[in-house]
């Protein structure tokens, strides 16, 4: 082993050494990049820094991102998800798990429209967790229904983390939306159907809800309700979506559309304001800021790596892997998996994502497949303790009453419910090609 390789070595025990210790992860990525770098090569290295950080920062495709985070935050701002639950809560609520199940079809709804796990698992949490615990529901089932389908919105396109394996793994966007449709509904589908199951083995852990409060809404008015607050998101994630799928428009002209389309959904509502406009544009400064710093620190991370002979050192310790091609794939699996228990999913993406990639295109992985199980995979990073973040936001609005144990053991069975979709997608690239194919992406 060089020289070079055993700096590689250390930079990656700094890195995590860092991050463990508190330290933010731009701030960690561009300190062990200039460190290592300076170690290894001197100033000559970063001469390439300023064109790398240009190139990487004036891709167009950048600005999807603050458009769609536009879209979302405008959307969960104007309380859309508060109208959501309460009406697919009563179309639900006569089933056992009933409002479980409602809880799930609207984390599709808004991890289609607004794609914030934070948001989605706070509202569903301040709105739903008090209710469900009064009306019988296991503390444990209510808090993992509710994380679990916050982080939907992490797979459902449009997708934070789609466009960034996009540029990442130099795919087109409009692909990867199209083959994340089937397995984010594959995913929604397994929770619906552990909870429809677990509702006949346990009934008296998810009762249905009462028939007198399902009465005391007439059915006119809940269908009427349905067609204002559910059909307008709807038809506007199928039009987004539809376009960028449909090669009608691209994703920053659809994501455009989309953050246009959130601002007339919120004035049907009823929910728009100038103070609205100004929390909306202030939350998406913010979280695109972030991106993009850490986006820009990671340059300086991947390029001392790589002049470090990292890359090689990971080809090595995937040589030494048996098993071929599929063996590389799961030890990647079981790497960002335990990864997720530490660190956030932008960071893997980041991190291990661009370290681990030339083996698979030497060995002609199929990128778009590849993408889909890392996606899948990168859900559990919102759930495992103890550093779920799924898990935080949901303690931090959770009545006093309901323990973080509770929480932690809630979310259990859906993080296995997680790895079962990571490994129906391995063992049916299909259900990720299908559509790109079949619309000639």
């Given at each position: ?13 700094a ?6 210790a ?43 991102i ?57 509202t ?13 529901y ?49 995913l ?18 998810m ?41 009608v ?72 892997l ?55 995979n ?64």
């Open positions: 082993m060089t020289g070079l390789e055993l700096l590689a070595i250390a930079m990656l025990v890195f995590f050494v860092l991050l463990m508190g330290v933010p992860v731009a701030i960690t990525l561009a300190t062990v990049g200039f460190g290592f770098g300076l170690a290894g090569f001197g100033m000559g290295l970063f001469n390439l820094l300023p064109s790398r950080i240009y190139g990487v920062v004036a891709n167009y495709q950048w600005l999807a603050p458009l769609f985070v536009f879209m979302g935050v405008m959307l969960e701002k104007s309380r859309l998800a508060d109208d959501l639950l309460d009406v697919v809560g009563h179309l639900a609520g006569g089933l056992r798990g009933g409002m479980a199940l409602g809880i799930i079809g609207v984390g599709v709804l808004m991890g289609a429209t607004t794609g914030i796990v934070g948001a989605t698992v706070i569903l949490g301040l709105l739903t967790l008090p209710t469900l615990l009064k009306r019988g296991s503390p444990g089932l209510a808090c993992g229904a509710i994380c679990a389908s916050g982080t939907l919105g992490q797979i459902i396109p449009p997708s934070l983390i789609l466009i960034l394996l996009a540029d990442i793994m130099q795919l087109s966007v409009g692909t990867l939306f199209a083959a994340a449709v089937i397995p984010g509904l594959l929604a589908g397994l929770y619906c159907a552990y909870i429809v199951v677990l509702g006949m083995i346990r009934p008296e852990i009762p249905p809800l009462p028939k007198a409060e399902r009465d005391a809404l007439a059915r006119r008015d809940l269908w009427v309700r349905f067609f204002k607050v559910v059909v307008p998101p709807v038809l506007l994630v199928l039009a987004v979506l539809g376009s960028i799928i449909g090669g428009a691209a994703p920053t002209e659809a994501a455009s559309m989309g953050a246009l389309g959130a601002i007339l959904v919120t004035v049907f509502a009823g929910r728009f304001s100038l103070a609205v406009l100004r929390e909306v544009v202030q939350s998406v400064t913010k979280i695109t800021a972030m991106m993009m710093f850490i986006l820009i620190c990671a340059q300086v991370f991947g390029l001392a790596f790589r002049g470090l002979q990292g890359e090689e050192l990971i080809n090595k310790m995937f040589a030494w048996p098993g071929g091609v599929n063996a590389d794939i799961w030890f990647l699996m079981l790497l960002i998996f335990v990864l997720g228990f530490f660190l956030e999913w932008i960071e893997i993406s980041y991190i291990a994502v661009p370290l681990f990639l030339p083996v698979f295109v030497a060995q002609n992985v199929d990128l778009v497949w590849l993408a889909m199980l890392i996606c899948v990168l859900q559990t990073s919102f759930l495992t303790p103890p550093f779920g973040w799924a898990l935080f936001f949901l303690k931090g609005v959770a009545p006093p009453e309901v323990t973080t144990r509770q929480i932690y053991l809630g979310v259990i069975p859906f993080i296995a419910l997680q790895v079962v979709a990571v490994v129906l997608v391995f063992l049916y690239p299909q259900l990720a090609l299908w559509l790109p194919k079949l619309i000639g992406w």
